[in-house]
């Protein structure tokens, strides 16, 4: 059993930034794919990034390409999102999950999930 707890969410101006964070307890977190995926009001739950366990491999959907990076520190049981030049249609519920699969990007892959953190961009 993993369990994961996000922090970091707020309101933030378009063109901000802001770093999500996500810490692990329980079963070796450094054995785990890490995902960050985010749900807007209507939507269906979305990708965002993910990393391998050793942080060698990332992945990312293509809206937030060349703007969010997702790392970790296996040390701190921690993986992170920063989130750069962001844009309203970024406001979502934003989750990170743990998986035992390599860099997947759907949701049903990951056994894993934390409460969310909300992320409203506002224009």
């Known amino acids: 059993q993993v369990r994961l707890v996000e922090s970091g969410g707020g309101l933030v101006q378009a063109g901000g930034s802001r770093r999500l964070s996500c810490a692990a307890s329980g079963r070796t977190f450094s054995s785990y794919t890490m995902g960050w995926f985010r749900q807007a009001p209507g939507k269906e739950r979305e990708f965002v990034a993910a990393?391998?366990?050793?942080?060698?491999?990332?992945r990312y959907a293509d809206s937030v390409k060349g703007r969010f990076t997702i790392s970790r520190d296996n040390a701190k049981n921690t993986v992170y999102l920063q989130m750069n030049s962001l844009k309203p249609e970024d406001t979502a519920v934003y989750y990170c999950?743990?998986?035992?699969?390599?860099?997947?990007?759907?949701?049903?892959?990951?056994?894993?999930w934390g409460q969310g953190t909300q992320v409203t961009v506002s224009s």
């Open positions: 990393i391998s366990w050793s942080g060698g491999r990332t």
């Open positions: 999950a743990a998986s035992d699969y390599v860099l997947r990007y759907t949701a049903n892959e990951y056994a894993y």
